[in-house]
């Protein structure tokens, strides 16, 4: 039976049989303060392209990122924490079903590849659970007239890009609302007319109508990907235009504080309107840095690699999360977390965990958010792969993905289709740089095991039909 058929069939009173498997969730099923009507609203910022060790509060030292590392002050900081993948449209599937990227639907990136109207998102959950549910961004899991799109999988509103490649465009003529097209008034180059600053803006609006009920805020803010496009009136382009940098690192060290300032602005608003107290909020990037820009940026930091990689610069990422009064200020969490596992949380601080499908792959980090580290569950492995996508025959390259599982305190990577595991200890060799596979094959062949009876072969990947000499609706 089909996860969104079980759902439909077995209605609020049987769901809740769907107990979560072994590994997949807690076992509480009322929100994390034990009332109902206290349930939290819940905002979720996910930028784009931003690198581990872009912000203060991650060791950078060029960009200006105040606001959040005032919020790590003021919350959690994750050191381990993972993308669903090393790249968008895939991440965010992983984000939206709770299924790793060997079971997840959406495992191309080419940003038009659906969704199944069976999936169960994230917002589909909360909404079940009598959330207000919008999104603000780019959304990259299916495109216009697909049953991908986002009014399709939960959200009561979504504005802004559905096509990832649609997305690269900050002076597009028009972004989406709910499937209708929404003109861009202005000129290019203006502030009216940059996309980042009207899906900003929908973004406290849509707080504002809710701000008397539960809401979920899903903002998957474009900015830092490129194409490098930033006003020229930008306020934070003002810091950096003069800098002795190539211009990309410079766009995006803007990026990242004009993004800085808006998550500073949001949170001030939930002060405004009194519910700073009853909302959580989480800041993440959607996978790695898109270039490490050494002896600039230096956007990796000891991290290998970067963006479309498997190793630690293209998936882990920084995650910080702020609640006051319930999250203890100034805490530091090394626990190994993914987007797979943002769906059971979002449900259980919901009270919502009845709605979550039996089989999703991700663990419920509300113990580590509250500070019951000794209730928190873990993953014996989190599970990575990414598989090139052939334009010309409009499906994945053959012969395999590249993949990655982390198991503990090791690493395995494969770093493209056909070769073996390279093996990393990450608690001494974060850089991944000693090749341990021939010292520890015993770790490597349990990893290989557990990838067999943990993954499945993907569907076909089709990206949609477009008009004639366009890439997106």
Request: hydrophobic letters at 35%; aromatic letters at 10%.
């Amino acid at each position: 039976m089909k996860r969104r058929d079980f759902l439909k069939m077995f209605g609020i009173g049987a769901a809740s049989l769907a107990i979560q498997r072994q590994g997949c969730g807690s076992e509480s099923r009322q929100p994390a303060n034990g009332k109902a009507e206290d349930r939290p609203n819940i905002v979720f910022i996910i930028v784009d392209d931003m690198g581990w060790a872009d912000l203060g509060c991650y060791g950078g030292k060029q960009i200006k990122t105040p606001n959040i590392d005032r919020m790590a002050e003021q919350g959690v900081r994750f050191t381990d924490a993972y993308s669903g993948c090393t790249v968008c449209a895939p991440a965010r599937s992983v984000l939206m079903t709770g299924l790793h990227m060997g079971h997840t639907s959406v495992r191309g990136n080419t940003g038009g590849i659906s969704l199944l109207d069976e999936d169960v998102t994230a917002a589909e959950v909360l909404k079940r659970a009598g959330y207000a549910t919008g999104g603000f961004g780019k959304w990259g899991l299916g495109d216009v007239g697909t049953p991908g799109v986002p009014e399709k999988q939960g959200f009561d509103e979504f504005f802004g890009y559905y096509h990832q490649v649609h997305a690269h465009d900050y002076w597009t003529e028009y972004l989406w609302r709910n499937s209708e097209k929404v003109p861009m008034t202005g000129e290019p180059g203006s502030m009216e007319r940059y996309t980042h600053n009207r899906i900003f803006d929908q973004t406290l609006a849509f707080i504002r109508r809710n701000k008397d009920r539960p809401f979920f805020c899903y903002a998957p803010w474009t900015p830092p990907h490129g194409k490098y496009q930033i006003p020229q009136a930008e306020p934070a382009w003002e810091m950096y235009k003069d800098k002795d940098w190539p211009n990309n690192p410079k766009v995006v060290a803007a990026m990242d504080t004009m993004l800085d300032r808006h998550v500073g602005e949001l949170l001030a608003l939930l002060k405004e309107l009194r519910i700073d107290e009853r909302t959580i909020v989480f800041f993440c990037s959607d996978n790695g840095a898109a270039a490490r820009y050494d002896g600039v940026l230096d956007s990796s930091g000891p991290l290998k690699a970067f963006k479309r990689s498997m190793y630690e610069g293209g998936i882990r990422v920084p995650m910080i999360v702020r609640w006051p009064g319930r999250i203890e200020p100034g805490t530091e969490s090394a626990l190994p977390c993914y987007f797979a596992d943002m769906m059971p949380t979002f449900a259980e601080l919901a009270g919502a965990l009845k709605y979550v499908p039996a089989d999703i792959d991700g663990l419920s980090i509300v113990p580590t958010l509250l500070g019951r580290d000794d209730k928190q569950k873990k993953h014996e492995c989190l599970y990575w792969e990414w598989g090139r996508y052939n334009w010309a025959r409009r499906k994945n390259e053959p012969g395999g993905p590249a993949q990655a599982v982390r198991m503990g305190k090791f690493k395995a990577v494969r770093p493209k289709a056909g070769v073996p595991f390279e093996l990393y200890d990450l608690s001494r060799d974060i850089s991944e740089t000693n090749n341990i596979a021939s010292e520890r094959r015993d770790i490597v062949k349990k990893i290989e095991n557990w990838v067999k009876a943990n993954r499945l072969d993907p569907r076909e990947q089709v990206e949609p039909k477009k008009p004639a000499g366009k890439r997106f609706m």
